[in-house]
């Protein structure tokens, strides 16, 4: 199949390398020149990773192929929401992943309100021949995994932001005390910190709800770009 | 600040795991409770402790033989209040523990330092029940104390550089290692692990998947147990009181409130393992 993948992020070369080996051909495209570019390539199926502003989800959900199977990246966006942009809805289907993205890991699906059936079904299929695990979870921005993680990120940075303890001992804390693969701080950075603050956004735009509130020092973090995280 | 003698007040769950943390740290330890069954039972876990530390290879006999030795047992307060350092495991009740202190403070000597394992309580608000609010500090240990190697050390309004310093010194013979926090509610830990209980629930109430694919899904990104599992395994009671004690400390904050999944579950009596019957069924 010829895949085209838009948007950069944590996910985006594992799961380009993943659908290599799976036997696909994979078009990588960094958003701002998928955006820019007069023509596109003939793709049958389109994954869309842009986790960090709406607005550019959107104008690149909009360029797709009308015909190709649609998989856009719910980390951001719930997914009936997403492929109402979209023409030709019934083809879209949502996933989430985290990094590290595991060869023979786990990925979840949701299905929106207008993903048609045989859509749904090419969805699951096509992960399940690239070795994952296909986990179907309800529709809602953040999907399973990506919302719990990114708010136990998002309330770290809300404690570092009250100076109750440095990043460094946020991250034994939580290691030790709690057993977490991994420190929020760590994490964060292996996430990427602006597709945390998308998840976070997206969360908040969904839910309308004050708990989803975004840390300022997440966002200060996420816009500072490759700035260390410091106490 | 040379502490040899550590007092450990309360021999129930948290406090016979410090004392056998602490005896093994080469510190002599007296355990007290209020009557002298509470304070058997501690000791005799002490021993069972030690006892599978040792089966397990993870301890030689000599040094348990020798932890063994360090601890005394107590059921007079001013007797316990001659240490260098004493560590409350008193019930979560700030009254209670706020009484307590006020006593010890008239016994000890005035170079003691005090210190709660409380999970929740201020630190600040306990030390002025005394007159040494700058030989005061939190050591918050993790359960079980005896394995896990967190020691969370809360420096309060007023706690001193010195009074820090000894804390960790002190963390630090344990073997365990101590985090520096502020005193602010339920410290780091309690505090941002709230997200991985809070989330999964309403994940759960807003029928996204059942708790056992959601358990799955957070096993399959390297979490040892998912978050129903973990809460049947804590209980739900103690996890849905330590969620409210932290929704009110922060003022009703909405990043902490509770889910109705919580209380519909504790009302019903259940509570996880120790019921047979949380999200999963143990029967």
Same mark, same amino acid.
């Given at each position: 199949?010829?895949?085209?993948?838009?948007?950069?992020?944590?996910?985006?070369?594992?799961?380009?390398?993943?659908?290599?080996?799976?036997?696909?051909?994979?078009?990588?495209?960094?958003?701002?020149?998928?955006?820019?570019?007069?023509?596109?390539?003939?793709?049958?199926?389109?994954?869309?990773?842009?986790?960090?502003?709406?607005?550019?989800?959107?104008?690149?959900?909009?360029?797709?192929?009308?015909?190709?199977?649609?998989?856009?990246?719910?980390?951001?966006?719930?997914?009936?929401?997403?492929?109402?942009?979209?023409?030709?809805?019934?083809?879209?289907?949502?996933?989430?992943?985290?990094?590290?993205?595991?060869?023979?890991?786990?990925?979840?699906?949701?299905?929106?309100?207008?993903?048609?059936?045989?859509?749904?079904?090419?969805?699951?299929?096509?992960?399940?021949?690239?070795?994952?695990?296909?986990?179907?979870?309800?529709?809602?921005?953040?999907?399973?995994?990506?919302?719990?993680?990114?708010?136990?990120?998002?309330?770290?940075?809300?404690?570092?932001?009250?100076?109750?303890?440095?990043?460094?001992?946020?991250?034994?804390?939580?290691?030790?005390?709690?057993?977490?693969?991994?420190?929020?701080?760590?994490?964060?950075?292996?996430?990427?910190?602006?597709?945390?603050?998308?998840?976070?956004?997206?969360?908040?735009?969904?839910?309308?709800?004050?708990?989803?509130?975004?840390?300022?020092?997440?966002?200060?973090?996420?816009?500072?770009?490759?700035?260390?995280?410091?106490? | 600040?040379?502490?040899?003698?550590?007092?450990?007040?309360?021999?129930?769950?948290?406090?016979?795991?410090?004392?056998?943390?602490?005896?093994?740290?080469?510190?002599?330890?007296?355990?007290?409770?209020?009557?002298?069954?509470?304070?058997?039972?501690?000791?005799?876990?002490?021993?069972?402790?030690?006892?599978?530390?040792?089966?397990?290879?993870?301890?030689?006999?000599?040094?348990?033989?020798?932890?063994?030795?360090?601890?005394?047992?107590?059921?007079?307060?001013?007797?316990?209040?001659?240490?260098?350092?004493?560590?409350?495991?008193?019930?979560?009740?700030?009254?209670?523990?706020?009484?307590?202190?006020?006593?010890?403070?008239?016994?000890?000597?005035?170079?003691?330092?005090?210190?709660?394992?409380?999970?929740?309580?201020?630190?600040?608000?306990?030390?002025?029940?005394?007159?040494?609010?700058?030989?005061?500090?939190?050591?918050?240990?993790? /359960?079980?104390?005896?394995?896990?190697?967190?020691?969370?050390?809360?420096?309060?309004?007023?706690?001193?550089?010195?009074?820090?310093?000894?804390?960790?010194?002190?963390?630090?013979?344990?073997?365990?290692?101590?985090?520096?926090?502020?005193?602010?509610?339920?410290?780091?830990?309690?505090?941002?692990?709230?997200?991985?209980?809070?989330?999964?629930?309403?994940?759960?109430?807003?029928?996204?998947?059942?708790?056992?694919?959601?358990?799955?899904?957070?096993?399959?990104?390297?979490?040892?147990?998912?978050?129903?599992?973990?809460?049947?395994?804590?209980?739900?009671?103690? /996890?849905?009181?330590?969620?409210?004690?932290?929704?009110?400390?922060?003022?009703?904050?909405?990043?902490?409130?509770?889910?109705?999944?919580?209380?519909?579950?504790?009302?019903?009596?259940?509570?996880?393992?120790?019921?047979?019957?949380?999200?999963?069924?143990?029967?």
């Amino acid at each position: 199949m010829k895949i085209l993948l838009v948007g950069v992020n944590a996910l985006s070369e594992p799961l380009a390398a993943m659908c290599e080996r799976g036997g696909h051909a994979v078009a990588r495209w960094e958003t701002e020149k998928f955006l820019a570019a007069r023509t596109i390539p003939p793709h049958e199926i389109f994954i869309e990773v842009e986790t960090t502003a709406l607005e550019k989800k959107r104008a690149v959900l909009e360029r797709a192929a009308e015909d190709a199977l649609l998989f856009l990246c719910a980390l951001n966006a719930s997914v009936t929401v997403a492929a109402s942009w979209v023409q030709n809805p019934a083809r879209v289907v949502g996933f989430g992943a985290l990094p590290p993205l595991a060869a023979n890991g786990t990925i979840e699906l949701a299905r929106g309100l207008q993903t048609a059936e045989p859509s749904w079904e090419r969805a699951q299929n096509f992960w399940r021949a690239l070795g994952q695990n296909v986990v179907a979870v309800a529709d809602s921005a953040g999907l399973a995994r990506a919302r719990i993680v990114c708010c136990i990120i998002n309330e770290a940075f809300s404690a570092l932001q009250e100076k109750i303890a440095s990043a460094h001992d946020i991250d034994v804390a939580l290691k030790l005390g709690v057993n977490y693969p991994q420190g929020p701080f760590a994490w964060g950075d292996l996430i990427g910190l602006d597709t945390v603050l998308g998840v976070m956004e997206g969360l908040y735009a969904e839910w309308r709800d004050d708990r989803y509130r975004p840390a300022p020092l997440l966002r200060h973090y996420a816009l500072a770009r490759q700035v260390p995280v410091r106490s | 600040m040379r502490i040899e003698s550590v007092a450990i007040i309360g021999a129930g769950t948290m406090g016979n795991g410090i004392a056998y943390a602490t005896a093994l740290g080469g510190y002599r330890v007296t355990l007290y409770d209020v009557a002298p069954e509470f304070v058997q039972r501690g000791i005799e876990r002490i021993h069972q402790n030690l006892a599978e530390g040792v089966a397990r290879k993870k301890l030689d006999a000599a040094a348990a033989d020798d932890a063994k030795e360090r601890i005394h047992a107590t059921c007079e307060l001013a007797a316990a209040a001659q240490c260098d350092l004493i560590i409350e495991a008193a019930p979560e009740q700030l009254e209670l523990k706020r009484q307590l202190f006020g006593q010890l403070d008239a016994h000890a000597p005035a170079s003691a330092i005090f210190a709660s394992n409380t999970s929740s309580l201020s630190i600040s608000v306990m030390a002025s029940a005394t007159q040494r609010a700058d030989r005061f500090v939190g050591l918050h240990f993790f /359960n079980p104390a005896h394995l896990m190697p967190l020691v969370e050390i809360v420096r309060g309004d007023a706690t001193s550089a010195e009074t820090v310093n000894a804390a960790a010194a002190f963390v630090a013979r344990l073997k365990k290692t101590a985090v520096l926090c502020k005193d602010t509610p339920a410290f780091i830990v309690n505090r941002v692990a709230r997200p991985f209980y809070g989330e999964a629930l309403r994940l759960l109430g807003e029928g996204a998947a059942d708790a056992a694919t959601l358990d799955a899904l957070m096993e399959s990104i390297g979490f040892k147990m998912g978050p129903f599992r973990l809460m049947d395994l804590i209980g739900l009671d103690v /996890n849905f009181a330590v969620t409210q004690s932290v929704y009110n400390a922060f003022f009703q904050d909405p990043k902490y409130r509770p889910h109705p999944i919580q209380r519909q579950m504790v009302e019903s009596g259940w509570l996880g393992r120790k019921t047979g019957r949380g999200f999963y069924s143990y029967e």
